[in-house]
């Protein structure tokens, strides 16, 4: 992935997600040759969250979004799948670093149910 706009999101999301949450663990899972740097998977007592770059987003997948509470409406795409939620970020968009910490934390503590 160039330098650009999507490095740097998703070197922010990785520190909101690590400052959410320290002992979360990060891993590089499904790589393959469509995809050979694979994605990163964020787990805490199971996944917490995907990161995914696409060439106009970047995809913060939630593996039990549905059942998280979102009182800030950060979750704008997958609304209608079964269990996961996810937040389609393109270049201009903003994302509230103490509400995304929040849903992180949400996210581990469902996972901890």
């Known amino acids: ?11 922010e999301i990785r520190a909101l997600i690590k ?3 320290p002992d979360i663990v990060e891993e590089t899972k499904w790589r393959k040759p469509s ?9 805490l007592d199971g996944i ?8 106009d987003k ?5 593996a039990k ?6 009182p800030d409406k950060l979750f704008n795409a997958s609304l209608t799948a079964g269990v996961r939620r996810a937040i ?4 201009n968009d903003r994302l509230d670093p103490e509400a995304f910490m929040a849903l992180i934390r949400r996210a581990v503590a469902a996972n901890r149910g």
């Open 58 to 62: 970047v995809k913060i997948t939630f």
């Open 19 to 21: 400052q959410a949450e």
């Open 48 to 55: 917490v969250c995907t990161l995914e770059t696409y060439k």
């Open 88 to 91: 389609d970020l393109r270049e």
């Open 1 to 11: 992935m160039a330098d650009d706009w999507r490095t740097h999101r998703v070197d």
């Open 65 to 70: 979004g549905a059942s998280i509470d979102d």
């Open 35 to 43: 995809n050979p740097d694979g994605v990163p998977t964020f787990s």
